[in-house]
């Protein structure tokens, strides 16, 4: 796509700017801080598809953007490539997450219990007007659980693979994983740029393609395995002594979607992962099975691996979609000369 640039309007994009950005003169710390604690799983949402965990730098994205999701993550990455990467955490295990939330559609009962955590999955979606009138909603106590979430509790899968009902975990060390905020992705794709590229993904791209897949335009027949929230800890080794230690935790949620494999000689279970920043079960359910759908050998054409990683890439397609404002009026002038000139040449052709 080609456009010129606009000239000679210097002081009106400044104004323009200036416009956009008035709402900025009255934010304060305070408000900024609100929109933290307040829209959470919003914020979640920022930095998972950013790929930086900063709750405070989210919720200033958030607000200096009005809201607008794309614009926000844009912000968060822009930051995020200015940062100097001073060391890389250590892989995290089963051991290392502190389970809050853990349920299973595909079992009743699963090593380790079901725990409903924090949820609105049983309740009425009604708005809580009383909030508009400055009065508190009234909401029952939380009791103490006789039997509370276990600190750590081992995958759903893995427990499946000691049954043989799934095959072993392919092994792909640490070190030779790649980097897709570093290296462009190329296709076909290693298990962890595709992963990793659905950690980041746009969610509602990712809830629309793996919604087609589950009204039937895949062979894929999913149930989840588990649904997990937890706090993750940030391990780290240290640069003189070598010993890991803890630099603090993170909010991570990571799902599993089994659904049956029959052929020649097999017979079990096939697993689509999904595991990203922040709590987003949307994403963890959508993205298990566009992660199955893109395994299929004969996949749809809009479940393919290529076109599920190219079209769920918020910044890259917001960013394309936004350049048609821009100048175009040279091409597109072009255009009608060509229909201008086509027209001319029909009548021409027409006229006894």
Not at 245 to 269: H, K, N, Q
Request: proline residues 6%; aromatic residues 6%; glycine residues 10%.
């Amino acid at each position: 796509m080609a456009y010129v640039a606009a000239r000679g309007g210097e002081q009106a994009v400044q104004n323009a700017e200036a416009l956009a950005l008035r709402h900025l003169q009255s934010v304060t710390p305070g408000q900024i801080a609100w929109v933290q604690e307040h829209l959470s799983l919003l914020i979640d949402r920022v930095m998972g598809e950013g790929s930086l965990y900063a709750p405070e730098l989210a919720a200033l994205a958030l607000v200096q953007s009005g809201g607008e999701l794309a614009e926000a993550v844009l912000l968060l990455r822009a930051y995020r490539s200015t940062q100097p990467r001073t060391a890389t955490a250590e892989t995290l295990t089963d051991a290392h997450l502190l389970t809050v939330r853990r349920v299973s559609a595909a079992f009743k009962d699963i090593p380790g219990g079901q725990h409903l955590g924090p949820t609105l999955d049983y309740s009425h979606r009604t708005l809580r007007l009383e909030l508009l009138d400055g009065g508190q909603t009234n909401l029952p106590g939380v009791e103490q659980a006789a039997q509370p979430a276990p600190r750590q509790a081992s995958s759903v899968a893995h427990w499946l693979r000691q049954e043989g009902l799934l095959s072993p975990r392919p092994a792909e060390p640490a070190a030779e994983l790649p980097d897709v905020t570093r290296e462009p992705l190329l296709f076909p794709a290693p298990r962890g740029a595709r992963l990793q590229s659905l950690a980041r993904a746009e969610t509602g791209g990712v809830l629309t393609l793996g919604y087609a897949n589950m009204v039937g335009y895949s062979g894929v027949h999913p149930t989840v395995g588990e649904v997990r929230l937890s706090h993750a800890e940030v391990r780290l080794r240290h640069p003189v002594t070598g010993e890991a230690f803890s630099a603090g935790r993170v909010r991570v949620s990571r799902g599993e979607i089994v659904s049956p494999e029959y052929g020649e000689g097999t017979r079990g279970l096939k697993l689509g992962f999904c595991a990203t920043l922040g709590w987003n079960e949307t994403k963890l359910i959508a993205g298990g099975v566009l992660d199955l759908a893109m395994n299929a050998p004969d996949a749809h054409p809009a479940l393919r691996e290529e076109f599920v990683l190219g079209h769920t890439e918020s910044v890259e397609a917001s960013g394309f979609c936004l350049h048609f404002k821009l100048p175009h009026y040279v091409t597109f002038a072009s255009e009608l000369d060509r229909i201008r000139s086509g027209a001319l040449n029909t009548a021409a052709e027409v006229t006894p």
